[in-house]
């Protein structure tokens, strides 16, 4: 059941083509701080319930990165596995022509589960604007996510997560994931020289006290598929990445990886979300009461949006690859601050000063 608060959702638009079999929606959470801005899943499961809690998720996460922006998401119901590529690229296709009359003055698409730079392609040109989707190719003036954004800002909200936990560079780091956010996390700290000791991904978790080397860790995940084949270290199984000593755990994978149940075992001084909702509210509160520091998901995975913010105003590369340290570093800065002042957990904190932005242009939750 879509849930509606004072703050939305503003406006939920349905579509369905039964001829080509499209069924797909998109909810605009909210429209406060500039036109709603979310990727498009495409999923067997995905309904209006799972994209109006995703489009409220990106009204906090846009406006605690003080982007002109609201929040939005769109879904699209298909199984990539039991279509074509060419029923895949038609069923986009028919979407964004059936939703250009809110593109872009309402809604802005960018590329989520099962939607790449590509499906981000073909969604601007059935649309008729360019600026109706973000993550196009560069051939487009585009700023794909495979430039790895998401993994830069992450790398800089652990830097001062690390600096306020008074953890030193030899701190030890685990890395959960090793695709788009858990590769360049990886490089970015291996690379200017932290101490990351484990990564993991869907085969296993790789473990080496000595620390783990970026390039070799690269070519081992490309020539064989999984990064437990680096021969040097121990391989333990993937979930047991939480029962790890390290001082730092950074999540980019899963969902739902820590559990209530977890909670007491857990070593970690400092957990980083670079994954989305990787635990719950609830959770992070037991974190915070015996005195573990965690970064939420919608302060240090920003970096995605950060960029097709970049795109959308149309510069390059260089300006998006500063912006995106620039506003992730004040950012997490801000709600460590904030948190400390208050008392609260730093998801609390990050609530507070995104919400205050959003009432204060909140045209549907103010008389
Ligand atoms: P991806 O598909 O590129 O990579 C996922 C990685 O997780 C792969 O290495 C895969 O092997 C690994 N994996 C799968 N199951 C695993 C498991 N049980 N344990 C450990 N590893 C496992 O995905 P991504 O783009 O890197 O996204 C990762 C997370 O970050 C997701 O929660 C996503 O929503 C979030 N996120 C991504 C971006 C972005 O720009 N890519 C932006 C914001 C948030």
């Known amino acids: 059941m879509v849930v509606y608060d004072e703050f939305g959702p503003e406006k939920i638009l349905e579509v369905y083509h039964p001829k080509v079999g499209l069924h797909g929606f998109v909810v605009?959470?909210?429209?406060a701080l500039g036109p709603g801005k979310g990727g498009i899943r495409l999923t067997p499961t995905v309904s209006i319930d799972e994209v109006s809690r995703l489009a409220r998720a990106m009204t906090w996460k846009n406006s605690l990165a003080d982007l002109p922006f609201g929040g939005a998401k769109a879904g699209i119901i298909a199984d990539p596995k039991e279509i074509t590529l060419k029923k895949k690229y038609e069923l986009i296709k028919i979407f964004a022509e059936s939703i250009k009359s809110i593109c872009p003055s309402l809604y802005?698409?960018?590329?989520?589960?099962?939607?790449?730079?590509?499906?981000?392609?073909?969604?601007?040109?059935?649309?008729?604007?360019?600026?109706?989707a973000t993550g196009k190719p560069k051939s487009m003036k585009g700023l794909p996510h495979e430039l790895g954004s998401t993994g830069l800002g992450v790398y800089h909200s652990t830097l001062i997560a690390m600096e306020h936990k008074g953890l030193s560079k030899k701190a030890s780091i685990a890395i959960e994931g090793f695709g788009n956010v858990g590769e360049f996390v990886s490089k970015y700290l291996i690379e200017n020289g932290y101490n990351v000791v484990a990564v993991s991904d869907s085969k296993g978790v790789i473990y080496n006290e000595k620390g783990l080397n970026f390039?070799?860790?690269?070519?081992?995940?490309?020539?064989?598929?999984?990064?437990i084949n680096y021969n040097e270290g121990k391989v333990i199984p993937t979930h047991e990445i939480i029962k790890l000593k390290t001082d730092v755990l950074i999540t980019a994978a899963i969902p739902d990886l820590i559990k209530i149940g977890d909670v007491n075992s857990l070593k970690f001084k400092l957990i980083v979300e670079g994954s989305n909702i990787p635990t719950t509210p609830d959770v992070e509160e037991i974190l915070h009461k015996k005195n573990v520091l965690v970064v939420p998901d919608f302060v240090a995975n920003a970096g995605g949006v950060i960029s097709s913010y970049v795109e959308y105003i149309g510069k390059d590369e260089k300006y998006m690859f500063n912006l995106?340290?620039?506003?992730?570093?004040?950012?997490?800065?801000?709600i460590?601050?904030?948190?400390?002042?208050?008392?609260?957990?730093?998801?609390?904190?990050a609530l507070e000063i995104a919400e205050k932005r959003v009432r204060k242009y909140c045209k549907v939750c103010r008389i």
């Open 336 to 349: 460590l601050k904030n948190s400390e002042k208050k008392g609260c957990n730093p998801r609390d904190s």
């Open 28 to 31: 605009i959470d909210s429209l």
């Open 324 to 334: 995106v340290e620039e506003k992730i570093t004040r950012n997490t800065e801000l």
């Open 108 to 132: 802005i698409a960018g590329p989520d589960i099962n939607t790449t730079e590509k499906e981000m392609e073909i969604f601007a040109k059935a649309n008729g604007d360019n600026k109706s």
């Open 215 to 227: 390039n070799k860790l690269k070519q081992i995940k490309e020539k064989t598929g999984s990064v």
